[in-house]
């Protein structure tokens, strides 16, 4: 299917043949009919796109800043990769269209294939073809509004709540500042509401066009009449501004303050400064909104991802409903926006229509309906194996995929980069024109492709063990980052379909990322102790640091840290002590509104009656070292100190080794592709994989009841 997609690098925008979206359960799978182009987002993101590497890093110091942190915790070569990563990716663009339903996912009602339809979301609702669009995101098109007006239904509900955030009533005057695409939707949803409306911006002729959308007053922000020509409209001030403009000025907040009537209120939907001076605002006391995007749910995965809507007797507007709102203005003739639908493109030369937003078009629109049907791709057929070769497919292509991983695959030897698939088409094209796949596909496609012998799986925790299951049931090696399940169904649903392939006089092969085990000190510690004779006592801190709540990595259906994290240092201690895991008790500090069962400290005891202690935080500084290992045994001690040196200490003598951090990515890739080519089993066994994620869901346990739990067989 086509998709607008903008080189990061380049900041050009163009029409690429990528994968359509696989259908997943809680969304839909749309054809999209049209899409309207953002003039404020994305314009500001493909001119942001174009900027050097230097103009990038001035534009978000935020971002560098977190450059810098990883560099900190993870090196500065690891840091590099992840910034060349991201600049060479392609990314999808849009966040509005509309289309018809092709098919509906498991647990989704109120939809069904045929309807009409209009979508919000960014990565969900793009300039392509096809898209993948969760249920909260997706409403009913009313029948007598057409396709090409409901494409503007996203911009429309974040225009809505910028006018609800303002609480305006009838009859109040209200100055709308900065009148492009969202301005002028403003000002007919205002007008809708019973308020008298004025127009401003820093082009008269913008603000004189704003009439046509029913702005009473139209004026430019440098006419020195201004305020005078407020005062005489408003009679006792305006009564509340929209703040629609894009700008890094305060310009526009200050000229709010300086129209406003006393205890006048703004609502800021656009991006602007927010440095206002305090005397206007203070001796007039008014009030600042700041409207959030569509609306309530907005950067909520558990309402936006997740299906769970808001109840209506506590949330009356959320962003699926002020989407249906915008309709419903439609419908009635309320809203016009057939003038905003002048310049359409269709989408293969979508790039004139960014060029037109430029030149000064309120919007352009995407028009797919001149493409045809879009026809499935064609299956590839089996071709021969080639000799002493492993052909790969890889499904995820986020950022540690190619910050990571897929570096180390482009340059192992006796290696055929088969096939990439991700959740987005952008995404899987990205890697395939950047580390030399043959093909793109989506991930059902990757996985039925004959001529793929291993899957590597990179995608989010929660689809890891459903992808592993698939895998293993069309005879293919994997190689899966961890986890390997996020909870006990996960785990049963794999270990069942490894035992049905081994029945089935297979040889299945699993391998789970537990990297750190591979790295060269890891081995040298492993040596220094191969021949000790007792127990071993072992200490594991690790500096985590603060996530957010909103991260995908702190939520449940994602498997959270524990289970998602926490796996790597129950692994590498495992790989240490080298005997299975018999016992597990553990204590977290109180969840918080700042932590969330993050703070955890671990007891492990194991058939040889070693002990590891094991310390996972969140809530230290990241200025220090983020991992750190001790073992002892036998009047002997090894300290990893991040994965940069080691100490070995043994009868009063010693020796520090010092490396660059490495922590066993690239030993990892080796040992699993050798073992992939050689027929022989993971590096890692199935039962000891097994076990250490059975493990995790114990801590998990053990956390909630206070109580040691058992791992494997219970004695007696």
Known sequence: MLALLEDMK??????????????????????????????????????????????????????????????????????????????????????????????????????????????????????????????????????????EAASLTTIGAIAMQGVRQANVTLGETVAVIGVGLLGVLSIQILRAAGCRVIAIDRSRERAAQATNFGAQLGLGTDDPGLE???????????????????????????????LLRDRGRISVVGDVGMGVSRANMYRKEISLSMSRSYGPGRYDPQYEEGGQDYPIGFVRWTEKRNMEAFLDLLSSSS???????????????????????????????????????????AKPTLQPRPKDKLRLGCIGAGGFARGIILPHLRSAAGLILESVASSTGAAAESARTGFGFAMAESPSELLANPNVDAVFILTRHNSHAAYVTSALGRGKSVFVEKPLAINREQLEMARAAY???????????????????????????????????????????????????????????????????????????????????????????PDSGRYHRDNVSVTIGFEDGSVANLLYLANGDRAVAKEYFEVFSAGSIARIDDFKTLLLSRNGKTETLKSGQDKGHRREMEVTIAAMKQGQEAPIPFAELMEVTEATFAIEEAIRTGKMIWVGETPG
């Open 228 to 258: 005078h020509a407020v005062k005489s409209f408003s009679r006792y001030g305006v009564d509340a501004a929209l703040i629609t403009a894009g700008t890094k000025s305060a310009d526009p907040l200050e000229l709010a303050a300086q």
């Open 499 to 589: 035992a049905e392939r081994l029945a089935a006089n297979g040889s299945p092969f699993v391998m789970v990322g537990f990297n750190r085990r591979f790295s060269p000190l890891t081995e040298k510690l492993k040596t220094f102790f191969a021949h000790r004779s007792e127990p071993m006592m072992v200490h594991i801190r690790c500096n985590a640091g603060f996530i957010p709540a909103g991260s995908w990595i702190q939520d449940p259906e994602n498997g959270g840290r524990i289970v998602g994290e926490l796996c790597h240092f129950v692994d590498w201690a495992r790989a240490v002590v080298g005997y299975p895991i018999r016992t597990l008790t553990a204590a977290a500090l």
């Open 10 to 147: 380049s900041g050009k925008v163009a029409a690429y043949d990528v994968p359509a979206p696989d259908l997943k359960d809680g969304g839909i799978l749309v054809r999209t009919a049209f899409s309207a182009i953002s003039a404020g987002t994305e314009k500001a993101t493909v001119e942001a796109g174009r900027k050097s590497l230097l103009g990038k890093a001035l534009a978000r110091p935020d971002l560098v800043k977190q450059v810098l942190e990883f560099a900190r915790s993870n090196g500065v070569r690891a840091a590099r990769q992840k910034v060349q990563a991201r600049l060479e990716t392609l990314t999808a663009l849009g966040y509005s269209c509309s289309g018809v339903v092709l098919e509906v996912g498991a647990g989704v009602t109120g939809f069904k294939p045929g309807d009409r339809v209009a979508c919000a979301g960014v990565g969900y609702a793009s300039h392509g073809e096809i898209n993948f669009v969760p249920a909260n995101l997706v409403v009913l098109v009313p029948g007598n509004v057409s396709l």
């Open 335 to 377: 809203i016009a926006v057939e003038a905003l639908l002048a310049h359409q493109f269709p989408v293969a030369e979508g790039g004139k229509a960014y060029a037109a937003v430029e030149a000064g078009a309120y919007t352009g629109i995407i028009d797919y309906q001149t493409t045809g049907e879009v026809r499935p791709s």
